[in-house]
């Protein structure tokens, strides 16, 4: 069953978020044992989603995404994985092993949708605790270090 309310970020925004990334990862995680790894990024992007939304959440698949350079607007210049809640952006890949190009492009659609928190998740390990990252835009570190990408904040 799908949900279409959002939740309210309201006072307690570093609970709501901590809650919301923890049922994210629970989720992928009971995914990734399930299907293994190893298939296209589709196949857990739908199911994630699907999962997420049979939760109460609100979730926007590939998303399209306009930019704005030099007072000219380009619709739809990328499209983001799946955004959750109107906030959270996730980025699924399915590779051997994640690096630096799928930080950068995870903090790049951050910086340009400006939100706060990212989400990229590697479904392509053998275990998906080494591919789960957590991605901060300019966003006081609510998340464990372990789970953090941008330690400057």
Not at 44 to 66: F, H, N, T
Not at 87 to 106: C, F, G, P, T, Y
Request: with cysteine; proline share 3%.
């Amino acid at each position: 069953m799908v949900h279409a309310e959002t939740r309210r970020r309201g006072e307690n925004e570093t609970r709501d978020s901590e809650k919301v990334t923890g049922d994210v990862l629970d989720t992928a995680i009971r995914l990734h044992r399930e299907l293994g790894p190893g298939l296209m990024e589709r196949v857990y992007e739908i199911v994630l989603a699907g999962k997420l939304a049979d939760m109460g959440y609100l979730v926007e698949r590939q998303k399209p995404i306009d930019i704005i350079f030099e007072d000219q607007c380009f619709k739809e210049a990328f499209r983001i994985d799946m955004l959750v809640d109107g906030w959270l952006i996730i980025e699924i890949k399915s590779v051997d092993a994640l690096n630096a190009a799928h930080h950068k492009q995870l903090h790049t659609y951050l910086r340009l949708t400006k939100q706060s928190v990212g989400l990229l998740i590697n479904f392509g390990g053998v275990k998906l605790i080494d591919g789960f990252k957590r991605v901060v835009n300019d966003y006081k570190p609510s998340a464990p270090p372990r789970l953090r990408v941008n330690q400057s904040t």
